[in-house]
């Protein structure tokens, strides 16, 4: 059985991709998620039960990775993203896993907006690499 853990956390300086076209084609529209419903589909695409092909997610990891130069020990893999109300940076995450000897544990680092600061994928993506690699005692 997989750990989950929810992760909610402040605002950092956003240095994430500007270019609307790549970043808000969904987060501006009627679509919402949760950090919930995001480690859901994290562990339905990469858990025991998952429906995908081992290849397909062995494709999925090698893009998700975090970089050699972010990376601990512990193999840690995620996707960042933001969402923007009136080209305001108002949320970002960093959503993903960790795998160990004793399993996968699934996570979301949820930045909201702070006011007078702005948030950021990366910014979150740092906070959960933090918080994995404590957990693990790295």
């Known amino acids: 059985m997989a750990t989950v853990i929810f ?4 605002g950092l300086l956003n240095i994430d991709n500007n270019n609307r076209a790549l970043t808000v084609f969904w987060i501006e ?12 589909v994290m562990e339905r695409i990469f858990g025991d039960n998952s429906d ?3 290849a397909t997610q062995n494709e999925l990891k090698q893009v998700m990775l ?7 020990d512990i193999p840690i893999y995620g996707k960042t993203g933001m969402g923007t109300a009136q080209d305001i940076v108002v949320d970002a995450w960093f959503t ?4 160990h000897v004793g399993g996968k544990i ?10 007078g ?3 950021s ?4 993506k740092e906070i959960a690499i933090q918080i994995v690699s404590d957990y693990y005692g790295q």
């Open 7 to 10: 992760l909610i956390g402040g």
């Open 29 to 40: 529209s009627s679509l919402m998620i949760s950090p919930k419903e995001q480690v859901e």
């Open 52 to 54: 995908y092909s081992e």
């Open 66 to 72: 975090v970089s050699e130069q972010e990376q601990t």
């Open 96 to 99: 993903g896993f960790a795998e």
């Open 106 to 115: 699934y996570f979301c680092v949820h930045l909201g907006r702070t006011d």
């Open 117 to 119: 600061m702005d948030v």
């Open 121 to 124: 994928g990366s910014g979150a």
